[in-house]
């Protein structure tokens, strides 16, 4: 039972420093490019602590709320691009060394001890997730899926708590 209590606690901790649906900043976030009129390019990049599932469902809530801000209702992702960017590091490696000695007549004794610590590699992944999308005022036509921006705003913020 105390594993399972450690376990959730740390899961709230860890959650809780993933990247929050925000402007790209140093911790990462969402940026935009329009491409014409109504084509645009959404890309959300996460921090360490970031899911896929989160990065890729912040590029949707951006590009949901990129068409409605620009008096768009729907819109198409004509194409998406999911990764992970994975880095290494390397703990620096010390040595600490601690020594006694003492002496007696014409002799020294002494010992030494030297403790090493670091070099352990450590490796973390930054997942992203870009979406090109192609928005419409009216609902099109068109074979594939078609997302109604004003629901999928409403579905992500409820799935993560934004206001």
Do not use: W
């Amino acid at each position: 039972m105390r594993n399972y209590i450690i376990l959730a606690i740390s899961a709230v901790i860890l959650t809780g420093c993933a990247t929050s649906y925000q402007k790209q900043g140093f911790t990462g976030g969402f940026s935009e490019t329009r491409l014409g009129k109504n084509i645009f390019k959404v890309t959300f990049n996460g921090n360490v602590y970031t899911s896929r599932e989160r990065a890729s469902d912040f590029a949707l809530l951006r590009s949901a709320e990129l068409a409605l801000k620009n008096g768009f209702k729907y819109f198409i992702i004509v194409n998406s691009e999911k990764y992970a960017k994975t880095e290494a590091y390397t703990t620096p490696i010390t040595s600490y060394t601690t020594g006694s000695a003492y002496g007696t007549g014409n002799y020294a004794y002494g010992n030494t001890t030297t403790t090493t610590t670091g070099g352990q590699t450590y490796f973390y992944s930054k997942p992203s997730s870009t979406n090109t999308i192609v928005a419409f005022k009216k609902k099109p036509k068109v074979k594939g899926l078609i997302y109604n921006a004003k629901f999928v705003i409403k579905s992500i913020r409820n799935k993560y708590g934004i206001k």
